[in-house]
């Protein structure tokens, strides 16, 4: 039997061609094999009718047998030849040949096309690169952003407290707590500038 699975003629016949020459070659088999016992009853049967016959029926049986398999090795021979007729000229369809179903796949492709196509795929490619980078680049934003976040929230988190702080010792707007104490350290600034002045002052004279 072929190894082709010719799954191209099973889907236009509805059967696989080895099938159907598989139950062919099945059938001829036990045809045969019938004929040659309906042959041998027969000859079982004459031979009852010959008086002091010495051929026995077990001698009649290797006889048949042996008929079985000439002509079972001949059948296989003349089968084997008929299988690939079938099967490469009667149950095969020419690779040229297109099924009505699958016309739509017979659009010609010229070298202008091929060309166009790989310049499109070339394309998105490209497209996909791109999109690959901005992807990675808006994932570094947002890790960053995340953090920037986490910094923040520790910020407030940090005012939050020193405003409690505040509350608890008597000042009842941390804002403007915060506001009086920059101004008191811009002012010891100023005089502990000033004093530095006059002690150069005091040691250049």
């Known amino acids: 039997m072929s190894v082709n699975p010719m799954t191209y003629e099973a889907q236009f016949f509805g059967f696989m061609p080895q099938t159907c020459m598989l139950r062919i070659y099945t059938t001829f088999q036990d045809y045969l094999f019938e004929v040659m016992q309906a042959i041998e009853q027969v000859i079982l049967k004459k031979l009852d009718g010959i008086p002091h016959c010495d051929i026995s029926p077990v001698q009649i049986r290797k006889c048949t047998e042996k008929f079985l398999?000439?002509?079972?090795?001949?059948?296989d021979n003349l089968f084997s030849k008929m299988e690939q007729l079938f099967l490469h000229l009667i149950l095969c369809i020419p690779s040229n040949i297109l099924l009505p179903e699958d016309k739509c796949k017979?659009?010609?492709?010229?070298?202008?096309?091929?060309?166009?196509?790989?310049k499109e795929?070339?394309?998105?490619?490209?497209?996909?690169?791109?999109?690959?980078?901005t992807k990675q680049a808006l994932l570094a934003e947002l890790e960053e952003q995340k953090i920037v976040q986490a910094k923040l929230k520790q910020t407030l988190t940090s005012f939050d407290e020193l405003q409690n702080v505040g509350r608890d010792h008597g000042t009842s707007d941390?804002?403007?707590?915060?506001?009086?104490?920059?101004?008191n350290s811009r002012k010891l600034q100023n005089i502990r500038d000033s004093v530095e002045k006059e002690s150069k002052r005091l040691k250049i004279s």
């Open 121 to 133: 795929i070339e394309q998105l490619q490209e497209k996909y690169k791109t999109e690959l980078c």
């Open 69 to 75: 398999c000439f002509m079972k090795g001949h059948f």
């Open 174 to 183: 941390f804002r403007e707590s915060l506001v009086s104490v920059v101004q």
């Open 106 to 118: 017979e659009t010609p492709y010229s070298e202008e096309d091929f060309q166009q196509l790989q």
